[in-house]
């Protein structure tokens, strides 16, 4: 019995109906594509802009947590997959509004995988990064409404080494969700470490002074009482140097305040230095507010321009206090160490990295085995 | 304990010098400074891009003057 004597024929009328039904989505689609090709978005508006852009950032994590070992698929949380829309609109020649509309999508991402290969908590569709509107005078400054950076966030992540792809002061980001001690034992990388990165993202009312010889002013107010304060500087400083860094002050509600900053230097021979700290004070409110937690971190790094693109090599250390707001946490020293190459290769947009790196944890009572972890991959703006 | 306590008041003060020297850093590098555009480094990154090409943005629609640059952070 062949297939077309399985079921007995469609009347022939009938028989149209469906092959109109089943054609009819195509041929819509063909036609929209068609109009696509040939008919330009439009507007009623004039000097407005809107774009599209993004990025894919995939890799392989190799870990260690002495225990068991583990290769894993990850999306790189130091700078995830997303796509991004950016919408402007020109007042006059001063002033401006814009929307920004950012989105990521992350399988895996390397700061919350656990060993096993679960990641507890993972969204499988897009989750919030920035969804903001802003009113912009070149004289006056920007004032922005909505999700996205607080006057403080990435102010301990000024980075001029080319690696931060791979390894950046953010070290939980690599593989955050590891646990010391064994899967479910001991605490995770990224509860015992923190770069105190001001308040990340968040709906926030935010001010940006414009720049000033290089140098600008934020300020920002969130939800639950968050507020802060940043100072930023970026500049060529002539010999060759070229100089970024900001300071940052921040109150999050009842708990804690914060100051935090981070500077990085790039000679034009390619050699550059980059630090980073931040402290915190804990008032009532913390599990455990006897604690005083802090954290720094230092990186050398090279970037040889040449080839297909520039090339960029790094080693890094870090170290953290008491960062984990638990009882037992009392005493905790975090130290951490890392190397790190990035290739980019220009003519496809793409970065292909790999760094290892790591981790230590000295706890009081405890003996935790050492961290280790590889990461490789790609990230590829399109 | 009274070491441990002297111990992290001499870590945070090592943590304060910095933010000052970074600070205070900057501050004297200001003279003659040109100022540049800096990337936060969990940004898209600036230049080319594989599909869109020299841009690094699909142009999905522009009139006038207004441009992308527009619309990126202001932070440096």
Not at chain 1, 153 to 159: A, C, K, R, T
């Amino acid at each position: 019995m062949n297939a077309t004597t399985a079921f007995p024929k469609a009347p022939p009328r009938l028989r149209r109906r469906m092959l109109v039904a089943a054609t009819l989505p195509f041929a819509a689609a063909f036609g929209l594509a068609e109009q696509g090709l040939t008919a330009e978005v439009s507007s009623g508006n004039d000097d407005i802009s809107l774009t599209l852009s993004g990025q894919v950032n995939r890799g392989i994590l190799y870990v260690d947590d002495g225990t068991e070992t583990a290769v894993l698929n990850v999306d790189n949380d130091n700078s995830s997959t997303r796509v991004r829309f950016v919408g402007v609109g020109r007042y006059d020649e001063e002033i401006s509004a814009g929307t920004v509309f950012e989105v990521q999508f992350e399988s895996n991402s390397t700061a919350d995988i656990k060993i096993d290969g679960s990641s507890p908590g993972e969204s499988d569709s897009f989750t919030q990064r920035k969804l903001e509107l802003y009113f912009d005078h070149a004289r006056f400054g920007r004032i922005w409404l909505g999700q996205g950076d607080t006057a403080s966030n990435g102010s301990s992540e000024v980075d001029l080494s080319g690696t931060d792809v791979v390894g950046y002061s953010g070290i939980a980001d690599m593989a955050g969700g590891i646990e010391f001690g064994g899967f479910g034992v001991g605490p995770q990388i990224n509860e015992v470490f923190s770069n105190f990165d001001g308040l990340s993202r968040d709906d926030r009312i935010r001010y940006d002074t414009p720049n000033f010889g290089g140098f600008s002013l934020a300020a920002s107010y969130a939800d639950s009482r968050k507020s802060d304060v940043a100072i930023r500087f970026a500049g060529d400083i002539g010999a060759g140097l070229k100089l970024a860094g900001a300071v940052a002050y921040a109150i999050n509600g009842n708990v804690d305040s914060q100051i935090n900053g981070s500077l990085s230097l790039l000679h034009d021979s390619g050699f550059n230095i980059t630090g980073a700290a931040g402290v915190q004070d804990l008032q009532l409110g913390a599990t455990n507010p006897n604690r005083d937690p802090t954290f720094w971190y230092a990186k050398l790094g090279y970037i040889w321009s040449g080839g297909i693109g520039d090339t960029a090599f790094a080693i890094d250390y870090a170290a953290a206090e008491e960062v984990e707001d638990t009882v037992a946490a009392s005493g905790d020293e975090f130290t951490s160490y890392g190397v790190f190459v990035v290739q980019n290769v220009d003519k496809i947009a793409t970065e292909l990295y790999l760094g290892a790196r790591n981790h230590e944890l000295d706890r009081v009572g405890q003996n935790f085995d050492d961290v280790f972890a590889v990461l490789g991959g790609a990230r590829v703006k399109f | 304990m009274i070491e441990a306590h002297y111990g992290w008041i001499a870590g945070r003060r090592r943590v304060r010098r910095l933010a000052i020297a970074i600070v205070a850093g900057g501050l004297a590098a200001c003279s003659g400074v040109e100022p540049m555009r800096y990337t936060p480094i969990d940004e898209i990154p600036p230049g080319p891009g594989l599909f869109s090409g020299e841009d690094g943005v699909f142009t999905l629609y522009r009139s006038g003057a207004a441009t992308e640059d527009d619309g990126e952070s202001a932070e440096p």
